[in-house]
């Protein structure tokens, strides 16, 4: 019985290439929904905002509603809609509640779990209420 072939030294560069153009990807693509949501009239409050329990992508605010954005790069918006688990709904929620508890006035804010679908060569589609937080 043969051995499985070792790594040619190419491969480790190709997945570097890839791991490093999709971190790219994820950087557009939220700064691209940042910007619609902006457009749209929200305030952007964070920007990968990372707890010990997981990383919200965007923070969103417009008046007292606090959006809670998760940020899909896809071919198609059924693709980005199905992107979101609930082991990921579960993530997000929980550093959502990490966030909301360090903010003075938390009581007065309404807060929604929406999404936005970065799209090729489309502006990016925002799919409000996601899913529904506890």
């Known amino acids: 019985m043969a051995d499985a072939p070792a790594p040619r030294p190419n491969d480790n560069r190709r997945k570097d290439n890839r791991r490093k153009a999709a971190y790219r990807r994820g950087h557009y693509s939220e700064w ?25 992508d965007l923070i969103a605010r417009r008046g007292d509603l606090v959006l809670i954005v998760e940020v899909k790069a896809r071919r198609s918006l059924v693709d980005a809609m199905e992107a979101i688990a609930r082991q990921s709904e579960r993530r997000i929620e929980a550093a959502a509640d990490i966030w909301l508890s360090r903010q003075p006035d938390y009581g007065r804010f309404s807060l929604r779990f929406d999404m936005v679908a970065v799209l090729p060569w489309r502006w990016p589609v925002h799919v409000e209420n996601i899913f529904y937080g506890r």
């Open 32 to 56: 691209l929904a940042a910007l619609a949501l902006m457009i749209k009239g929200y305030r952007i409050l964070e920007r990968r905002y990372r707890t010990r329990l997981g990383e919200i």
